[in-house]
């Protein structure tokens, strides 16, 4: 049990954990970390179970002081993070003292850092979830992002800490290609456009967020651009008449009318979270059953390092 005090928030800090399951059917989307991956591995590090809640961190980390000694991670992108002006090891847990003082700086890598401590944070639970849906202000801090000031009290370790570089699998969150499989609308695009989606890279928007990754490129317009409004489902690809793709994240809409030629497949969701603004992406498409072994072989190697904890 302790408190971590926020000296500076950064540019966006949210509490986050991996979000709010079947709840679609009345417009709440699942929401969550936009790389669970990472902070799955995080939490295990510390000792926590994967769904703790943590602060996600975007674009430019925060400064912060624990109150009391701690075991914490950092995951997802490189933040060059320092505690009391030393280097901490990204991916590996670490022990911060009483009155410690945490600084990070720009994403390197990335977009996003999860930074889990022992026991995670204490935080507003809505629909059995403490992630942050800053759109309709509910879960974690107030429903809002971090300010300067906050006291953040955490909770009570499930487990010791590992002593084990998690490193290796930080290949798994990165990266600026993603699979995909075939959409619910593919066909209502010519089949040379659909070509010229995989053959494009993508630039991301700087209006991104974790709603959507808007992308410039070239164009990839649908013989019909507008359908019947229907079920969106994470990771979709729609495009809007315009003709510009745009990947849906954790906090996307639940229903929508615009056609969807592919998905991104579940097993690169973390690499599409870790996007950031001016960055390049490109599809490749795959068939589901390679689909499904890319997500064996990344569970499979998260056992491997980390043990079987959930």
Known sequence: MGWLHVIEPGFLTTVQDLGRFGYAHIGISTGGAADPFSLRVGNRLVGNRDAAPALEMTLLGGRFRFEQETVFALTGADFGALVDGEAVTPWMAARAKDGAELALGRARGGARAYLCMAGGVEADEFLGSASTDLRSGFGGIEGRRLRRGDRLRLGEAARQPLRVDARPLRHYVGGARLRVTRGPQACVFAPDTLQRLFETTYTVRDDSDRHGLRLSGEPVPALREQLLTEGVSLGA??????????????????????????????????????????????????????????????????????????
């Open 237 to 310: 690809v729609q495009v809007p008449p315009d003709g510009q793709p745009i990947i849906l994240l954790v906090d996307q809409q639940t229903t929508g009318g615009y056609p969807k030629p592919v998905n991104v497949i579940l097993a690169d969701l973390p690499r599409a979270g870790q996007l950031a603004p001016r960055g390049k992406v490109s599809f490749v498409e795959v068939d589901i059953a390679t689909a499904h072994a890319a997500l064996r072989e990344q569970e499979e190697r998260l056992r491997a390092v980390l043990g079987g904890r959930a």
